[in-house]
C-alpha cells in the first residue's frame, strides 16, 4: 500500500501554501549566518552578535499573539501574504545598516514581519482541511519546512563565500516571491467547517449519540466564546508541552556544546546531526502520520513526548556516533510524532473563529522555550556537567509524557480534563 496515500484528498489550497512554504524556506539564510556577518563583516563583538538573536527572539515571543488575533480579524491569507512581502523588503535594508543600534531595530522588525507568518499559517491549514486531514496536513506543512532548511543554509553558506550581502538579497528574494505565489497562485477563499463538538475517539462519539441522539452533532464548539488565554483546556495542554519544548531547544543549544567538549568529537560531527533529523523528516514523517492518523490525541501526544525523554535522556549513556545517531533516531520519531499531531489537538480545541488567536497562543509557546531553553540547560552543563543536564531533560520528558496522558481522560461527574 502506498503510504503517501493520505494526501491524495487534500485540497489544491494546501499544495498551493506548501509550494509558498517551500520557496520561502529555501531562502532561510539570514539567520543561520547573521552572528557570522556581524563579527567578521562588521567586526561586531561575539557577545553583541548574539544580542542579535536575542532581540529577534524577543519581537517573536511578543508577535505570536498579535498575529493570532490578526489572523482571525483579517484574515490568514491576506496576514500572510503582508509579512511575506514586508520581510523581504526589510531583508534588502539590512545591509545598508552599519550601525549596531540600527541593526537592532531592523532586526527586531524582520522578526515581527517574519515570525508573523506562522500563526496564519496553522491557522489556514487548519480551516482547509478536515480533522480527520489535519495531521497529515501538518505533516505536509513541516515536510516543506525541513526539505527548505537543508537547502537553505546549504545555498547561503555557497553566497556567503562571495559576499555575504547576498545572503540578504537571496533571503528577501525567496520571501517576496513566497508572498507572490499566496497572492497569484492561490483559487479563492475556502473553508470547511471544523467547529462541530470534539471527542476523543470513535468510541466516545458513539455513546454520546447513543446518549444524547443525533441532535448533538449540531452543538456550538465548546470554546466559542472563550479567548485562548482563558482556555483551561487550552492551557493544560501548553503546560504539557512546554517540558517537551525546553527540551527539544537544547539540539541548538547544547548539543553542540556535549558532541564537541565532552565527547571530543569534531565540529563538523554536528551537522551529521541535523542530516539525519532531517532525511528521517523528509521520508517518514507524511507516511508516519497518514498511518497514525486514526490514533486519539491523547496516544499522539503521550508517545511523541515519551520518545523525545527517551531520546534526549539517553544522551547521557551515548560514547560515542553510534550512540548519539541512535539517540538521535528515537527522538526524532518523537518530533515526527508530537509536531503535527500538537499542531491538529491545537486547531481542534480552537473554535474556527478564534483558530488565529489560538494558533498564536500555540506558536507563543515555542518562543517561550526558545528563549530559556538555551540558558536553563547550559546553565545545568556548566554548573552540573553533562549527565544531569540530560537526567534533567528525561525528566522534564517524563513530566510532558504524564500530562499529556491525562489529555482527554473523564473524570466521575464525566467531565473532560482540563476542560
Known sequence: ????????????????????????????????????????????SVSHAALALTVYGVGALLTMPIAGRLTDQLGALLVMRWSLLLSGFVLFLFPLAHHFAAILAITFVFAILNESVRPPSLALVSDLVTPEQRKQAFALSRLAVNLGMSLGPAIGGILAVYSFRFLFFADGATSILAGLVLAFAWPGTRRVATSEPQWEDAEDLGREIEAEGPALLAAPHPAADLRAFRNRRMLYFLAALIPTQLVFFQLTSTLPVFLVRYLKLPESFYGTVFTLNTLMIVALEVPLNNSTAHWSHRRTLTLGALLYAIGFGSFALAKGPAGIFASVAVWT?????????????????APAGRRGEYMGLYTMSFSFAFSVAPWLGAMLLESRGPQMLWGAALISGCVSTLLMSRIGVKTKGAAEVPR
Request: with cysteine; net charge positive; glycine share 8%.
Open 1 to 44: 500500500m502506498n503510504p503517501w496515500r493520505g494526501l491524495r484528498g487534500l485540497p489544491r489550497e494546501i499544495w498551493i501554501l506548501f509550494a509558498a512554504t517551500l520557496v520561502n524556506r529555501c531562502g532561510t539564510m539570514v539567520l543561520p549566518f547573521l552572528v557570522l556577518y556581524l563579527t567578521r563583516v562588521l567586526a561586531i
Open 333 to 349: 520519531f518523537g518530533e515526527m510524532i508530537l509536531m503535527p499531531g500538537s499542531a491538529a489537538y491545537a486547531a481542534e480545541i
